[in-house]
C-alpha cells in the first residue's frame, strides 16, 4: 500500500476510535490488522488523533514486542522460552533456528519468507518444545522438524 493511503488508513481508524477509552492500544491493534504493521509514517496522525506526542505513541509501541514498525515475513515462526520448554531443549531450538534462518528474533529473513518471535508459553508444556507457525501449535518440535515446517 503507498504511504499516503496507509497515513489516511491509519487516520480514519485512530478518528473512529479515539473517543474510547484506553483507545491507543485498541487502534494500535487495528492499525496493525489492516497494514500489517504500524508504520513510523502513520505515528504522526495517531497521535494527532489522540491529543498525544508522537513520542507517547512511539514510547507505546516500541514497549510491546507484539506490535511491529516493519511488515511480517510471510510465516510468523513463534518459539516458546518458557520453563517447560527450555527444560525440553528449546534454548537448543533456537539456536538452530536463528543460525539456520540467519535471524535473531524479531527479524524477517532477506526473502521475507520467515519472521521469528520468541513467546512465553503456549499452553501445551507437555509437548514441549512448542513452536507456533501461522497459529498453528506444533508439538515436540526436533531441529530437523523445524527446518521442515519453515519450509513447508
Ligand atoms: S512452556 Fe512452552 S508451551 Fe508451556
Known amino acids: 500500500m503507498p504511504e499516503n ?5 491509519a ?3 485512530a478518528k473512529a476510535m479515539a473517543q474510547r477509552p484506553g483507545a491507543l ?5 487495528a492499525v496493525q490488522d489492516e497494514l500489517g504493521c504500524i ?3 502513520t505515528v504522526p496522525v495517531i497521535a494527532q488523533a489522540l491529543n498525544l506526542s ?3 505513541v512511539h514510547g507505546v509501541i516500541s514497549f510491546y514486542p507484539f506490535f511491529r514498525s516493519q511488515p511480517a515475513g510471510k510465516k510468523i515462526v513463534y518459539i516458546c522460552r518458557a520453563e517447560s520448554c527450555q527444560a525440553m531443549g528449546s534454548a537448543a531450538l533456537e539456536a538452530h533456528a536463528k543460525q539456520s534462518l540467519g535471524i535473531d528474533y524479531h527479524q524477517t529473513t532477506a526473502d521475507g519468507s520467515v519472521t521469528l518471535e520468541p513467546v512465553y508459553c503456549l499452553g501445551n508444556c507437555a509437548c514441549s518444545p512448542s513452536v507456533m507457525v501461522d497459529g498453528e501449535l506444533h508439538s515436540r518440535v526436533s531441529a530437523a522438524r523445524f527446518d521442515e515446517l519453515v519450509k513447508a
Open 5 to 9: 493511503k496507509e497515513i489516511e488508513t
Open 39 to 41: 508504520p513510523a509514517s
Open 25 to 29: 492500544l485498541p487502534i494500535l491493534h
Open 11 to 13: 487516520g480514519e481508524i
Open 54 to 56: 508522537r513520542a507517547e
